[in-house]
């Protein structure tokens, strides 16, 4: 193993997020438009190249790996990739391989999954009604997904749900989430919608319900007790002291979390993100793919790109606005 990978903040880098695709086969209105425009297949990484990347994070002191997209098992061929991951979960060197999935592929990769030494999910879903899922997803089938999470808990994953927080559209389904959650002692995080790319008609403004208010809901209906849990993430978490449930909130706009922060991005092209809420990003592609018998540019382009980590993002809705919007979509840089 080499140096920890520390940025100039002094917080050292151990998680990294993979988006491994740009596709999907919804069209969450928040997050994409309806006519979205996907990357040229030459651009991407290929599967053996994901785990070159991976392997000299690992080498590097990256100690957890997510991996997203756009879909992640709508990648071709995906499991080669969870599978090769596996080496460094025995080896000690990765304590935690994971990802963040819409659902609608887990009926058929859950048991693979597990195989792989994948423990924990995260499945976004917004909605329990069939008509809203297929109103917020465009794409997506409730029915699907729900089927997913069950194949998902009998083969021994711990799932946890994400739903974003839309006013006027989930905001009546908070107790009925929350109550379906706790009889499928599943945890649930509700996410404030982030200004990232382009998504047609929609407005942003319109679509934001503040985890304040959120929170104001639940202690009309529980006790809410705050939890000093940290993940080194915008999470923050709060325990329904009827239910025993924690609850996240991930709060991007209310709240800045950027101080404790220990993770970077990598896109399916080899960009690597400093910051989900900055343009700034470093191709970490050329050095990859120019050298095939070392990966020591790769680690010196790493660390170079580690040394300009910024503080902390500048989204604002404060002023009205949508202020430090980002020009790309959350389904490149990976949710
Ligand atoms: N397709 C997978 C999924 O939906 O879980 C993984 C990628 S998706 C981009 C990751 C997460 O980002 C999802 O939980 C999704 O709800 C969230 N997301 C997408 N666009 C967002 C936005 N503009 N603001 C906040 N969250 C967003
Ligand atoms: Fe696809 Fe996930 Fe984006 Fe929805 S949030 S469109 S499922 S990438």
């Known amino acids: 193993m080499t140096a920890p990978l520390i940025d100039p903040f002094a917080r050292a880098i151990t998680y990294l997020r993979v988006s491994v695709t740009d596709r999907c086969d919804f069209r969450c209105v928040y997050c994409m438009s309806e006519d979205?425009?996907?990357?040229?297949?030459?651009?991407l990484l290929t599967l053996e190249e994901l785990d070159r990347m991976c392997t000299t994070f690992v080498k590097m002191g990256v100690e957890k790996l997510r991996i997203t997209g756009g879909e992640p098992l709508v990648r071709r061929n995906i499991m080669s990739f969870f599978n090769a991951m596996?080496?460094?979960l025995d080896s000690g060197?990765?304590?935690?391989?994971?990802?963040?999935?819409?659902?609608?592929?887990?009926?058929?990769?859950?048991?693979d999954?597990?195989?792989?030494g994948v423990r924990r999910v995260n499945?976004?879903?917004?909605?329990?009604?069939?008509?809203?899922?297929?109103?917020?997803?465009?794409?997506?089938?409730?029915?699907?997904?729900?089927?997913?999470?069950?194949?998902?808990q009998k083969a021994g994953l711990r799932v946890k749900i994400n739903a974003v927080a839309l006013k006027g559209f989930n905001e009546a389904e908070l107790p009925t989430i929350t109550q379906w959650c706790a009889e499928r002692d599943m945890d649930l995080t509700w996410i404030e919608v982030m200004p990232m790319g382009d998504i047609g008609n929609e407005n942003r403004l319109d679509q934001y319900w503040s985890l304040k208010d959120v929170r104001k809901e639940y202690e009309s209906h529980y006790t809410v007790s705050d939890l000093a849990e940290r993940t080194g993430?915008?999470?923050?978490?709060a325990r329904l002291e009827e239910t025993g449930q924690k609850i996240g909130f991930i709060t991007p706009l209310s709240h800045n979390f950027c101080e404790s922060c220990n993770r970077v991005r990598l896109t399916c092209t080899g960009e690597l993100y400093m910051c989900l809420g900055q343009e700034d990003m470093a191709d970490l592609r050329a050095p990859l793919r120019d050298h095939l018998d070392t990966e020591a540019p790769l680690e010196q382009a790493i660390r170079a790109a580690i040394n300009l980590k910024p503080k902390g993002h500048d989204f604002d809705y404060s002023r009205q606005a949508v202020?430090?919007?980002?020009?790309?979509?959350?389904?490149h840089t990976g949710g």
Not at 36 to 43: G, I, N
Not at 113 to 116: D, G, H, M, N, S
Not at 128 to 150: A, H, P, Y
């Open 36 to 43: 979205m425009k996907f990357l040229p297949k030459k651009d």
């Open 86 to 88: 596996t080496r460094h």
């Open 93 to 111: 060197a990765l304590k935690e391989l994971t990802l963040t999935t819409n659902g609608s592929q887990l009926h058929r990769f859950a048991d």
């Open 113 to 116: 999954l597990y195989a792989a």
């Open 123 to 152: 499945v976004s879903l917004d909605t329990l009604d069939d008509e809203k899922f297929s109103q917020i997803t465009r794409w997506g089938r409730l029915k699907q997904v729900l089927n997913g999470i069950d194949t998902a």
């Open 233 to 237: 993430g915008p999470a923050r978490y």
């Open 323 to 331: 202020d430090g919007k980002m020009s790309r979509h959350m389904s």
